[in-house]
């Protein structure tokens, strides 16, 4: 039986770059925090952990036509990303629940 395969992270989106260092000290170490998490969470864990609260966006695709998801990434933010793979591609981040799904 195969190992499960571990989230790898794609943080290489310019506005997800902008908006984390944009962040103060605080805000960047827990979004680090939540990463660090991530990479060592196989998918199955992703789905099923009731912290990240993993929710698909039905009102808005990605540039490809990709299905949006938003994830809770640290104290008091939510990012938007998309599988592809075994890659979680980060795309936002989001200080308030709303904004993630607009």
């Not at 499960?4 to 103060?24: E, G």
């Not at 808005?60 to 075994?86: K, Q, T």
Request: avoid cysteine.
């Amino acid at each position: 039986m195969s190992e499960p395969a571990h989230v790898r992270l794609d943080l290489n989106s310019p506005v997800f770059q902008r908006q984390l260092f944009a962040l103060p000290k605080d805000g960047q170490t827990a979004v680090l925090n939540a990463l660090r998490k991530l990479v060592a969470m196989s998918w199955q864990q992703v789905y099923a952990d009731g912290g990240l609260r993993w929710e698909a966006i039905l009102s808005r695709v990605g540039s490809h036509g990709d299905r949006l998801y938003s994830l809770r990434i640290g104290r008091g933010f939510r990012a938007v990303a998309y599988r592809e793979g075994d890659w979680l591609r980060l795309l936002t981040l989001h200080p308030d629940h709303d904004t993630a799904y607009r």
